[in-house]
Every structure is written in C-alpha cells, then in structure tokens.
C-alpha cells in the first residue's frame, strides 16, 4: 500500500487494467492526469489525437479490433461533450470502452463554472453505465467497476466523470488484480435448451442469421461447426462481419436493405430463423410485420430486453451465444439439407452481385482491396455508399476485421478508428474507406496519423456528392438534390499533404492497384483520392418500410 494521488491511482488502476493505449486531449480540468501521465510514459502510451471526437472514436476501433476495453480522455465542458458522438457510436454498437473525463471542483459544481458541464447527465441515455467521482476513498473502485461492467455482459461505453480536487487529493492505493469477465451462462435453461434442440431438429429449410453479438462473444469457431453440423447458409448484419468466414459455401453475404438477393429470398423462405447475437435492426428487417413470415424464429442474445424488442420469437435461449453454441453442438448430430441447401446455390448463382468493371467505381476498388490483401486487413469504414460496397465487395474471413458504424451511422468515424485498430494490431494493413463527405468531417486526423508516423492507409471514393442521400433523391425524391452536392474547391491530395501524408489520385481503375501496393510497401500514412461518377449507386436495395422480399437492383429498375 502506498499513498498517491487521485490522478496517480487513475494511472495505476489502468495499469492494473492492462491498458496499454490511451487516446485524448488535455486541458485545466484533467492536467493533474496528463502530470500523472508524463511518469508513465513508457508504460501507456497516449495518443493526442486532433479532437476528441477523433479519440473517443480511436478507443471504439482499438476496442472492436483487440477485443479489450478501449479508453479516452477529456476535459471538462467542451472536451468532454466532444466526446459524446463518439460515445454514443460505441453504445449503439455494444463496444466496450470507459471514458474518463474531468470537472471542476466539488465546490464549483452547479455554478455554471468555466468549463463546467453535467456530462454524467448529457451521457445517461448512451452509455451503460456512468459515475462522478467527489470523494477521493471511491475512485479506484469506481475505476475498477468501470471496466467490469464495461466488458460483462452486453458490453458497452462507461463514463467516469472526476472532479478536480479528487484528482489532486492524497489517498492510500493498494494494488488489485482484476476479477475475470465470467461468461453469462446463469440464465441457460436446459428447458430453453432444449425447445431450441427441437426446433433445428425438426426444422427442413433451418437459416442462420448472425450479429455483432457474436462478434463480442468470440464465437466465430462455435458458429462454424453449428452451421456445418445442421447444414444451414448464414447471412449476415453490417455488425457481423467476419463471425463467420465470407468465403464459405454456407455464406450468403449481408440481409436488409442493402443485402444480397439470396439472403432476403433465402430468409423469407425458410421454416426456421436462427438469430445468434442480432437486434433485428430496421435497416435488416425492413417491414418488420412481414419479416421472416414462414419462419419460426429461434433467438440467441446475451440481452433478455432484445428478446422480442422488434420482432416476435417462437422461442429463445438468453446467454453468451459461445456458450449457447458449445452447448447445442455438443448434443446434435450432423443434419443433412442438401435440397434446401441447393436451392440456396441456385439463388446464388440466379442473383450474383455485379458491378460495372469496366471503368473505376467504388465496388471495383473495394474487390480490388480484397484481392491485393487477400482478405487479411483490417477495413474500418465511414458511412454511406462506400460503407455498403465494403459490407458488399469485401470476403471478411474473420471477426474483428470490419469496423464501422452500424447502429448510430456515424460519419466520420473510420478514420480515428483506424488509428485505434492499427495501434492495436501493428501486424495488420489498415484501410480506412470514407466518402469524401464523410473524410472532411474528421480529417484532421490524419495529423494524428502523420504526428505518431500511424501507417494507416485512407481510401477516399470522392464522387463529389453525399452518395447515399443523393441516391435516395434520385430514387425516392425526384433527383431533387438538394445540398448533397459536394463540387466545391477543396484538394484531399494537398490537405494530406499539408497534414504531412503521402497522398495520390486515382482517375482510372488501372492506376488503383500499384498505387494502393505503394501504399501498403511504403508503411507511412497515405491518403489515396479516388474519383468516381456522382451516380452510382449501392444495389440490391430495398425501399424504406418495404419488406426485404422487395429487394431490387439495376435491372429491375432497368437504369
């Protein structure tokens, strides 16, 4: 036991954490924190990224590439409520990470002091759990039950809000080794169990549809012998990615309204739904009331409050879908259903997804991305057009190698997220692929990029438009396009330089693939500027409150 002070024992508690990243940005509040920093430098390694809405967004994509809980600091006031986009991204998605920012004084509190704001407040609705620290004797276990609940469970962002005078306050720390993250298996039932053995059984045309639960959940190897053993495709969320191999037979891409065809036929038709870590998002159902109709709906969440939140399950199985499918795998026997499995091939090979590859366009980039990385990196994403082709184009082999916004879609996300992912992961290729709406909202990031020498590869599908919104005037809106037009006199080749990337432009689809190998030989942050046509467009597609059974594309829409 030793006695320290309260931005000492921050240190220490996130050292006993095993944090070895931080991302933030000082100021009055927190100094005492960045003083305390200053002596641990080889130790933590803090990131100042441009803006904290770049370092909330580093810690989710450090998060959502380890697996380990992400952190970020702020300031008060403004520092801290710079934060909250990038919290409430994290919530949306269940992404483990703690934020902990700074107030003034017990004695300042609710006096409209400089800098002073309720950020526990401002939180309460998109963090899972959040805390003010007045009392020095509380912070380390504050801390401490922060991560815990952070990672247990459906994991999630928690804020830990201090008051300055706690963070110079004296107090005696004694080192405490973390109590391990328990799986949820409390709430299996062997009754739940076995209605879910019955259901697969007995099920002729059984589809596996997968979330980002079991991506959280590490159940990428359960998930494949669970589909192989009863013989069932798997369709996919944006959240889901790479929980099961997108080069597999059983594969048949992405479902809702940007999936592929044979996923929404496939899931429209089949007698059994197995829903494994997935919210039945709007964006996945479309009309919820018709989705899945000839289905018996089996679900497996770790959250009881998702059972039945959007659409109606036959039945459930609430846990850590790990556990869940360890559990199940054990007792069934290889299932055979090659006839329902043929009609699924047959639906593959009747609606493959086509580009034109005849000239550069965003899924010409994004195949082109696979190929030259054999599906090894990791893809972080911004959203719009560009975040659908790269669910769309790219085979993700495994978890943890699609990182983007899905249930908040946030732009301007993906670049701070690759710094996060590539500081996580040193050995991977890390490209971002933003729109270039999107890019100019966080740009400014890649100054972090070039600052810590972060080799980060930004890809940038500038169409000169907000793609998605103008999609949806040309589509629903009587190309009205209305302030979606983009064709102003900014330069991302010589902003990246002015920020200190290498930076190219791509005009033709023959110039991409040795500028993006340059890219990835030279190993320093680049930015590569890709123009492509104001209208192309993200097919198939369903229309919004359409049923997902509606997809259309190109063709049926004969433009």
């Not at 759990?129 to 912070?139: G, R």
Request: some cysteine.
């Amino acid at each position: 036991m030793k006695t320290l002070n309260g931005a000492e024992i921050v240190i220490e508690c996130l050292k006993e954490q095993g944090v070895d990243t931080v991302f933030g940005y000082p100021g009055g509040t927190i100094l005492n924190i960045y003083d305390a920093l200053y002596k641990h430098q080889d130790e933590i390694t803090h990131i100042l990224t441009s803006h904290e809405q770049g370092a909330a967004h580093a810690a989710d994509g450090y998060a959502r590439a380890t697996g380990r809980v992400g952190v970020c600091l702020a300031t008060s006031g403004p520092g801290a409520t710079n934060l909250v986009t990038g919290i409430a991204t994290a919530f949306m998605d269940s992404i483990p990470m703690v934020a902990i920012t700074c107030n003034v004084a017990v004695n300042l509190l609710g006096r409209d002091s400089f800098q002073e704001v309720d950020i526990t407040g401002v939180t309460m609705p998109i963090t899972k759990y959040n805390f003010i620290v007045k009392d020095i004797t509380k912070l380390a276990d504050t801390i401490r039950r922060a991560f815990r609940i952070a990672q247990t469970g459906r994991p999630g962002p928690v804020l830990v809000d201090i008051t300055k005078d706690v963070t110079a306050a004296n107090f005696d720390y004694e080192y405490v080794n973390p109590e391990p993250i328990k799986r949820q298996e409390d709430t299996i039932t062997e009754e739940d169990l076995e209605t879910a053995l019955q259901l697969i059984r007995k099920s002729q045309k059984p589809y596996i549809f997968v979330g980002g639960g079991a991506v959280a959940a590490n159940a990428s190897d359960e998930l494949f012998s669970f589909a192989h053993k009863i013989q069932a495709p798997v369709a996919d969320s944006l959240m889901g990615k790479g929980a099961f191999n997108g080069t597999d037979e059983l594969y048949t891409g992405m479902v809702g309204m940007h999936g592929t065809k044979t996923s929404n036929f496939g899931i429209t038709e089949c007698d059994l739904l197995i829903v494994i870590g997935a919210r039945f998002s709007d964006r996945v159902t479309g009309n919820a009331a018709k989705f899945a109709r000839k289905a018996k709906i089996l679900q497996f969440d770790v959250d009881p409050a998702e059972i039945n939140k959007n659409v109606k399950a036959f039945a459930s199985v609430v846990g850590d879908v790990k556990v869940i499918l360890k559990k199940l795998n054990a007792r069934l026997d290889p299932i055979n259903h090659e006839e329902w499995l043929a009609h699924i091939d047959r639906l593959k090979d009747m609606y493959p997804m086509r580009f034109d590859k005849s000239t550069l366009t965003g899924p010409y980039i994004i195949e082109k991305i696979y190929d030259i990385t054999q599906g090894d990196a990791i893809i972080t994403t911004e959203v719009g057009q560009h975040q659908m082709w790269a669910a769309q184009f790219y085979q993700y082999k495994y978890p943890r190698s699609f990182l983007s916004s899905g249930g908040l879609g946030t732009m301007g996300y993906g670049l701070g997220a690759s710094l996060g992912a590539k500081l996580g992961c040193k050995d991977k290729v890390v490209i971002n692929v933003a729109g270039d709406g999107c890019f100019r909202m966080n740009m400014n990031e890649i100054a972090t990029a070039t600052r810590y020498n972060i080799p980060i590869i930004q890809v940038i599908l500038n169409n000169q438009v907000l793609g998605m919104v103008r999609q949806w005037q040309t589509l629903f809106y009587g190309k009205r396009y209305s302030h979606t037009v983009l064709n102003d006199q900014v330069d991302f080749v010589k902003v990246a330089e002015g920020l200190g990337a290498k930076a190219y432009r791509v005009t033709g689809k023959d110039e991409f693939e040795p500028v993006l190998r340059e890219a990835i030989e030279l190993n320093v942050p680049v930015v590569i500027d890709c123009q492509i046509h104001c209208d192309d467009k993200v097919f198939p597609m369903v229309s919004p409150g359409a049923p997902i059974q509606d997809a259309f594309d190109a063709e049926d829409l004969k433009i």
